[in-house]
């Protein structure tokens, strides 16, 4: 088996909106350079993702130079929102996390309302090196997070993607697969590896980063939606549930923690260090 390379690299400005894959980024403490630095809220500022919210996945958000966004979606003007003034922040939560937040212009509220058909604002995570901390429960002390659901990067590979379509081929809703990876929304994508090996990783380098790998991540009904179409099905959590199920969790990759700041770039080796 060939040695272990970086596949691809994803970065997702807006939670939960469609994002880029570009053939470099650079690594911060708490994930990838402006993956997941904004948010989408509820007007009682609770996050608001493709779980209850699929169509979600038909805006997309391009990264600019100096932080701001590009947001594009069928039917709507592109809009470009700049990182706001951290004049005053407010509180929103992310799941059991209550984070200070600064709002985007009214534009972009009205924009994404418009998108989703309901009423919510967009936020940014002005310093992320102090606002959110990893769950204690798997970090080390003064680890941070982005708005990613738990964790500063999320790794998958490519051959643990073809044992699960397989899988699935086999199951009952074969129609449904084979199933792209964007399904599950990796940062970092890895060919080369044996399937499932990443089960096993405790401490990985990319190129020149080397990162703790925390815990596997158990995924949700996000998986279930057609990236391109907003549509849901039964897979993967059908297949996940009889082969990939830890307690009470369907596991799909693993969550990564940088120990270093760095640059990945397309065809970095990766080497597994424990």
């Given amino acids: 088996m060939p040695n272990p390379v970086l596949h691809a690299v994803h970065v997702y400005p807006v939670k939960s909106l469609a994002g880029c894959a570009p053939g470099e980024a650079g690594v911060e403490p708490w ?21 209850p919210r699929p169509r979600l996945a038909l805006a997309r958000a391009e990264p ?16 470009t929102v700049a990182v706001p003034e ?5 509180r929103v939560e992310i799941w059991k996390d209550k984070v200070e937040a600064v709002e985007a212009d009214a534009r972009a509220h009205a924009w994404l309302s418009e998108h989703l058909g309901c009423e919510v604002r967009l936020v940014h995570l002005d310093e992320p090196a102090h606002r959110r901390p990893v769950d204690p429960a798997f970090a080390l002390p003064g680890e941070m997070v982005s708005f990613a659901d738990g964790y500063p990067l999320l790794a998958t590979t490519l051959a643990s993607l073809d044992a699960l379509n397989s899988l699935i081929a086999q199951g009952d809703h074969p129609d449904e697969g084979p199933l792209p990876m964007n399904r599950f929304r990796p940062n970092v994508v890895v060919d080369g ?3 499932w090996a990443e089960d096993d990783w405790k401490r990985i380098a990319i190129g020149e980063v080397t990162f703790r790998v925390a815990k596997p991540c158990g995924r949700c009904v996000v998986t279930t939606t057609d990236q391109r179409t907003a549509e849901r099905g039964k897979e993967p959590l059908r297949t996940l549930a009889r082969h990939r199920r830890t307690g009470d969790q369907l596991i799909f990759g693993q969550n990564l923690v940088p120990e ?10 990766v080497e597994i260090l424990e």
């Fill in 260 to 269: 270093r700041t760095g640059t990945l770039r397309v065809g970095d080796p």
């Fill in 86 to 90: 951290p004049a005053c922040t407010t």
């Fill in 193 to 195: 590896a044996a399937p």
């Fill in 31 to 51: 994930g990838l350079s402006g993956d997941r630095r904004w948010m989408l809220v509820d007007p009682v500022g609770k996050v608001v993702t493709q779980r």
């Fill in 64 to 79: 600019l130079p100096d932080g701001g966004i590009r947001l594009s979606a069928p039917g709507l003007e592109t809009l």
